[in-house]
Nanobody, 126 residues
Framework: QVYQRESGGGSVETGGSLTLSCTST????????MGWFRQAPGKEREGIAA????????RYVNSVKGRFTISRDNSKNTLYLRMDGLKPEDFSMYSC???????????????????WGPGTQVTVSS
C-alpha cells in the first residue's frame, strides 16, 4: 500500500525558511519521479516542484523559482522541499505526490500525479 507523509510545516515570519520532508512507503521509491504541491483555502491544488528519479533534474513553478529547492534521498525514501524567502502568499497546505510517469517534469499539473499525503501546513506572517 502506497503511503506518504509530510512533515516540517510551521509558522514563520516573512523572509523566513522551512524545510519540508515527505517519507514514502509501499513502492520502489527510486523508480518514480516525485512532486510537491500546495493548496490554499478556496484555491485549486497547485504543482510547485518536481524531481527526477535520481534528483539530477528539477522543475519549478515560476512563483517559487529561486526561493524553493526540491531534493530527495533515495536511501531514506524521503523527498525534501527547502523554502527560503517565504512570503505571505506561500501560506498553504503542502503535500507530496508520486508522478505517474516522469516525462516532461515542467508539466506540474496534478493530473500527472497520484497518492498525495495528508499535507503539512505552512503559515507566513507579515
Amino acid at each position: 500500500q502506497v503511503y506518504q507523509r509530510e512533515s516540517g510545516g510551521g509558522s514563520v515570519e516573512t523572509g523566513g525558511s522551512l524545510t519540508l520532508s515527505c517519507t514514502s512507503t509501499g513502492f520502489i521509491y527510486n523508480n518514480y519521479c516525485m512532486g510537491w504541491f500546495r493548496q490554499a483555502p478556496g484555491k485549486e491544488r497547485e504543482g510547485i516542484a518536481a524531481i527526477s528519479t535520481t534528483g539530477d533534474n528539477t522543475r519549478y513553478v515560476n512563483s517559487v523559482k529561486g526561493r524553493f529547492t526540491i531534493s530527495r534521498d533515495n536511501s531514506k525514501n524521503t523527498l525534501y522541499l527547502r523554502m527560503d524567502g517565504l512570503k505571505p502568499e506561500d501560506f498553504s497546505m503542502y503535500s507530496c505526490a508520486r508522478r505517474l510517469h516522469c516525462g516532461d517534469l515542467s508539466r506540474l499539473t496534478p493530473d500527472f500525479y497520484r497518492y498525495w499525503g495528508p499535507g503539512t501546513q505552512v503559515t507566513v506572517s507579515s
